[in-house]
């Protein structure tokens, strides 16, 4: 079925900036909604950002205007823009596709990449 792959994860210094891409293989059905959530060391997963067919985009209120969803179609692609990251931001981040497929509403899932924001 669709697969997701995370990369762009790594170490940044507070005020630096990471982009997270998520490849997706396989998925050429109609997309209902793209995610990125993340969780923070011992906290419950959170969402961070949203985007759904149209272009309409959500926000978690900790990261509004500091990130930017996105979707390239062309290359299936998905992407989580930071910008001025604070240590706050450091936790595992999860690329989450939400289509559409025989009528049906499927999730697939990217394997989570480590985001640390730290001097």
């Known amino acids: 079925q669709v697969q997701l792959v995370e990369s762009g994860g790594g170490l940044v210094q507070p005020g630096g900036s990471l982009t997270l891409s998520c490849a997706a293989s396989g998925l050429t059905f109609s997309i209902n909604a793209v995610n990125w959530y993340r969780q923070a060391p011992g906290e419950e997963r959170e969402l961070v950002a949203s985007?759904?067919?149209?272009?309409?985009?959500n926000y978690a209120d900790s990261v509004k205007g500091r990130f930017t969803i996105s979707r390239d179609n062309a290359k299936n692609t998905q992407y989580l823009q930071m910008n001025s990251l604070k240590p706050e931001d450091t936790g595992v981040y999860y690329c989450?596709?939400?289509?559409?497929?025989?009528?049906?509403?499927?999730?697939?899932w990217g394997q989570g990449t480590q985001v640390t924001v730290s001097w």
């Open positions: 989450n596709v939400q289509y559409w497929r025989w009528g049906g509403l499927i999730d697939a």
């Open positions: 985007i759904i067919t149209g272009g309409g985009t």
